[in-house]
């Protein structure tokens, strides 16, 4: 798909969700001509705007939306048109009341808020192609259109749905899936607790139950859900593809969103593009936000992507809605850029009066042009031109870590040594420890060939196949070092233990059996000893015995005392290391062994705390250094390089003097290299 039409925007992308029918048409113009003052040069519009596109069945109304689009095409401003299909409208839901969705409990759920509907009911998609198709073929050659926005953040308020459309849907799915029921059988090992099928018309989607429900099932219902509503978004993208070619397409994903299988999804956009709301009171936050970052870039194989929506200020949906003081909304704004984003929009452009967003911020607030809010907002746009040269540019981890949602899914089910084993928390430690030590990260998926990177992290692969585990052996015997967390190794695709001891494929790849799981309780540590330094594990541990593996950390505490904690195997020309602990803060010593060993080192070393630095990289290789201080103190930051500040226009010596929220973004000869 060519992004011709959308690159045809100058710079990088400024903006936000407009919703002008929310408004009198008198205020549209003063809203364009604010646009023009701030630097908006792209709004996403008509994204919740299904019943004022069509009132019913049979009438359509299309003349606000012809005259809105005139209007800010007249102004120099591009269009991300949405198909409006996230919230059907209420005569439609009266017409099929069986579109609305229903909960494992058998509630069906209510119109009135948003994404009210099965993503397995005919009746909606049907209605949902057909709204599409309309605004393609009005729209499609608008000199004012950049970009299609298929519905909007899918999964946020409705995942699942147990109706009987779902169930058919889910036989449907179950049967391409496993061909026969013979084989759904031995998938889902119904041996256990007389649970086999005669038919698959005897299957139903995993409702609530007496008691657990088959583990094998709820993966495949995880599957089925993320790809029920990937067939939503197939189906309106299969439209504007060919109604409206050559126009790329997006829908906007919600960072690191358990629900949905984002490398699937991403392959069915043009362009990538993320909700990211980091929350203000969260000291931490921007750590997080890196994360959901890097995994944003990595879903197109390091294409820049767009950050969709932010709040400028204040969400309104957390308990306590806390504002960002004054120089964060700026320097969250770059963070995404330093991470790979050629634009930054924001939920919203002017704020609501009335419904439940009405107090969420707002690049235009409730008081207008003399709000602080309006100042920064025009500040930032002003900023933004001035850094419209890297748009294009590229950044590339040097580790990877690996993301596999089917693992993901399976970990998180129920019945396992430890409920305290989640993703995220699995996750959250290793990658701030890089973040921490000036170490871009790249993701990849269980299926990508990780010969480019020379470090590869994998904090959890619970769920294994033997064909990945053949990929991660091949890939440390040419010389790379893997770094494996615990609980790994454990299923395979069908969430069957794999026969002869854990890891499973890894054991020989690792060079360790695991005689037994040994989870730690809750609020209790586990002593671990690495070279005379005492480090602390939580939620879990394990008894592990080298098969060829060198003993790096052993158990200081506890019944595992003596016992090896940290590993090492060295195969072929590369090593393979396991932690069969949960070290959470306490990680970042361990990944310094391998770190070391890889020969990976920070992006600028010599950094001081807070300060973090990101490089991407023009084609002709100019490269753009970004440095953010997040601290609360004024830094001096070392550089290697002299450069010039794009945001200042100012050279730059030996070293930067940075205050706290402050941020430089360093245009550095292509010359220069990394060390």
Same mark, same amino acid.
């Given at each position: 798909?060519?992004?011709? *039409?959308?690159?045809?925007?100058?710079?990088?992308?400024?903006?936000?969700?407009?919703?002008?029918?929310?408004?009198?048409?008198?205020?549209?113009?003063?809203?364009?001509?604010?646009?023009?003052?701030?630097?908006?040069?792209?709004?996403?519009?008509?994204?919740?705007?299904?019943?004022?596109?069509?009132?019913?069945?049979?009438?359509?109304?299309?003349?606000?939306?012809?005259?809105?689009?005139?209007?800010?095409?007249?102004?120099?401003?591009?269009?991300?048109?949405?198909?409006?299909?996230?919230?059907?409208?209420?005569?439609?839901?009266?017409?099929?009341?069986?579109?609305?969705?229903?909960?494992?409990?058998?509630?069906?759920?209510? +119109?009135?808020?948003?994404?009210?509907?099965?993503?397995?009911?005919?009746?909606?998609?049907?209605?949902?192609?057909?709204?599409?198709?309309?605004?393609?073929?009005?729209?499609?050659?608008?000199?004012?259109?950049?970009?299609?926005?298929?519905?909007?953040?899918?999964?946020?308020?409705?995942?699942?749905? +147990?109706?009987?459309?779902?169930?058919?849907?889910?036989?449907?799915?179950?049967?391409?899936?496993?061909?026969?029921?013979?084989?759904?059988?031995?998938?889902?090992?119904?041996?256990?607790?007389?649970?086999?099928?005669?038919?698959?018309?005897?299957?139903?989607?995993?409702?609530?139950?007496?008691?657990?429900?088959?583990?094998?099932?709820?993966?495949?219902?995880?599957?089925?859900?993320?790809?029920?509503?990937?067939?939503?978004? *197939?189906?309106?993208?299969?439209?504007?593809?060919?109604?409206?070619?050559?126009?790329?397409?997006?829908?906007?994903?919600?960072?690191?969103?358990?629900?949905?299988?984002?490398?699937?999804?991403?392959?069915?956009?043009?362009?990538?593009?993320?909700?990211?709301?980091?929350?203000?009171?969260?000291?931490?936050?921007?750590?997080?936000?890196?994360?959901?970052?890097?995994?944003?870039?990595?879903?197109?194989?390091?294409?820049?992507?767009?950050?969709?929506?932010?709040?400028?200020?204040?969400?309104?949906?957390?308990?306590?809605?806390?504002?960002?003081?004054?120089?964060?909304?700026?320097?969250?704004?770059?963070?995404?850029?330093? *991470?790979?984003?050629?634009?930054?929009?924001?939920?919203?452009? *002017?704020?609501?009066?009335?419904?439940?967003?009405?107090?969420?911020?707002?690049?235009?607030?409730?008081?207008?042009?003399?709000?602080?809010?309006?100042?920064?907002?025009?500040?930032?746009?002003?900023?933004?031109?001035?850094?419209?040269?890297?748009?294009?540019?590229?950044?590339?981890?040097?580790?990877?870590?690996?993301?596999?949602?089917?693992?993901?899914?399976?970990?998180?089910?129920?019945?396992?040594?430890?409920?305290?084993?989640?993703?995220?928390?699995?996750?959250?430690?290793?990658?701030?420890?890089?973040?921490?030590?000036?170490?871009?990260?790249? +993701?990849?998926?269980?299926?990508?060939?990780?010969?480019?990177?020379?470090?590869?992290?994998?904090?959890?692969?619970?769920?294994?196949?033997?064909?990945?585990?053949?990929?991660?052996?091949?890939?440390?015997?040419?010389?790379?070092?893997?770094?494996?967390?615990?609980?790994?190794?454990?299923?395979?695709?069908?969430?069957?233990?794999?026969?002869?001891?854990?890891?499973?494929?890894?054991?020989?790849?690792?060079?360790?059996?695991?005689?037994?799981?040994?989870?730690?309780?809750?609020?209790?540590?586990?002593?671990?000893?690495?070279?005379?330094?005492?480090?602390?594990?939580?939620?879990?541990?394990?008894?592990?015995?080298?098969?060829?593996?060198?003993?790096?950390?052993?158990?200081?505490?506890?019944?595992?005392?003596?016992?090896?904690?940290?590993?090492?195997?060295?195969?072929?020309?590369?090593?393979?290391?396991?932690?069969?602990?949960?070290?959470?803060?306490?990680?970042?010593?361990?990944?310094?062994?391998?770190?070391?060993?890889?020969?990976?080192?920070?992006?600028?070393?010599?950094?001081?705390?807070?300060?973090?630095?990101?490089?991407?990289?023009?084609?002709?290789?100019?490269?753009?250094?970004?440095?953010?201080?997040?601290?609360?103190?004024?830094?001096?930051?070392?550089?290697?390089?002299?450069?010039?500040?794009?945001?200042?226009?100012?050279?730059?010596?030996?070293?930067?003097?940075?205050?706290?929220?402050?941020?430089?973004?360093?245009?550095?000869?292509?010359?220069?290299?990394?060390?």
């Amino acid at each position: 798909m060519t992004m011709d *039409r959308l690159t045809r925007v100058p710079g990088l992308l400024y903006g936000g969700d407009w919703n002008p029918e929310q408004w009198p048409e008198q205020v549209w113009a003063e809203d364009v001509k604010l646009m023009a003052e701030a630097g908006v040069n792209l709004v996403t519009v008509g994204v919740f705007s299904w019943a004022r596109l069509q009132p019913d069945e049979h009438d359509w109304d299309f003349g606000w939306l012809d005259r809105l689009l005139d209007l800010v095409h007249r102004h120099g401003i591009a269009v991300d048109l949405a198909t409006a299909t996230a919230s059907p409208p209420a005569w439609l839901v009266r017409a099929h009341p069986g579109l609305l969705p229903v909960t494992a409990d058998g509630v069906r759920l209510e +119109f009135g808020s948003r994404q009210h509907y099965c993503p397995s009911s005919p009746a909606y998609r049907q209605a949902a192609v057909r709204l599409t198709r309309k605004l393609a073929e009005r729209y499609r050659d608008h000199p004012a259109l950049a970009l299609w926005h298929i519905h909007n953040e899918y999964g946020d308020h409705v995942q699942e749905c +147990f109706c009987p459309a779902s169930a058919a849907d889910f036989r449907r799915w179950l049967r391409e899936r496993h061909g026969t029921i013979e084989e759904l059988n031995r998938s889902w090992g119904t041996a256990f607790w007389s649970q086999h099928y005669n038919s698959f018309a005897q299957i139903e989607p995993p409702r609530t139950a007496p008691g657990p429900v088959n583990p094998t099932q709820l993966l495949d219902w995880h599957r089925f859900c993320s790809d029920a509503l990937l067939a939503l978004h *197939r189906a309106e993208k299969a439209v504007l593809d060919e109604v409206s070619p050559g126009i790329p397409v997006t829908t906007n994903f919600m960072s690191m969103l358990k629900a949905l299988d984002y490398w699937e999804w991403s392959r069915h956009e043009d362009l990538v593009s993320d909700d990211a709301y980091p929350d203000p009171a969260d000291p931490r936050a921007h750590v997080n936000a890196a994360l959901n970052y890097d995994l944003m870039r990595s879903l197109k194989g390091g294409r820049p992507w767009l950050l969709m929506e932010q709040a400028p200020s204040a969400v309104s949906w957390r308990p306590v809605n806390v504002p960002k003081r004054p120089g964060l909304y700026r320097l969250w704004s770059l963070q995404a850029l330093a *991470r790979g984003a050629d634009g930054v929009l924001h939920f919203q452009w *002017r704020a609501s009066v009335a419904g439940a967003e009405k107090f969420h911020s707002a690049m235009l607030p409730h008081r207008g042009t003399a709000a602080r809010g309006w100042q920064e907002t025009v500040r930032l746009g002003t900023e933004l031109r001035r850094l419209g040269e890297i748009a294009g540019s590229r950044l590339r981890g040097q580790v990877a870590v690996l993301l596999d949602w089917d693992s993901w899914w399976a970990l998180e089910l129920d019945d396992h040594p430890s409920a305290r084993m989640r993703w995220l928390d699995l996750l959250r430690p290793w990658y701030a420890a890089l973040y921490e030590r000036g170490i871009t990260v790249d +993701f990849v998926p269980p299926t990508a060939e990780p010969d480019g990177y020379r470090l590869l992290l994998a904090p959890n692969l619970y769920l294994l196949d033997t064909a990945t585990a053949d990929r991660l052996t091949a890939y440390v015997r040419a010389g790379g070092r893997l770094v494996c967390g615990p609980f790994s190794g454990i299923a395979d695709r069908h969430d069957h233990i794999h026969p002869g001891g854990h890891p499973g494929p890894l054991r020989e790849l690792l060079g360790i059996v695991v005689d037994e799981h040994w989870p730690i309780p809750d609020g209790a540590t586990t002593a671990v000893r690495l070279d005379g330094t005492e480090l602390h594990a939580e939620r879990w541990s394990e008894w592990i015995e080298p098969e060829g593996a060198e003993p790096i950390a052993h158990y200081g505490s506890g019944a595992l005392t003596g016992l090896p904690a940290v590993t090492r195997h060295r195969l072929g020309a590369g090593s393979a290391w396991y932690l069969s602990c949960h070290l959470g803060a306490d990680l970042g010593p361990v990944l310094d062994l391998p770190l070391a060993d890889a020969g990976v080192s920070a992006e600028l070393p010599g950094l001081p705390e807070g300060i973090e630095a990101t490089r991407r990289h023009a084609a002709d290789g100019t490269g753009y250094l970004f440095l953010l201080n997040h601290g609360p103190d004024e830094a001096r930051v070392p550089l290697r390089t002299p450069g010039t500040d794009l945001l200042t226009g100012a050279a730059t010596g030996d070293t930067l003097t940075l205050a706290p929220l402050g941020a430089a973004v360093l245009r550095l000869p292509a010359a220069e290299e990394r060390p």
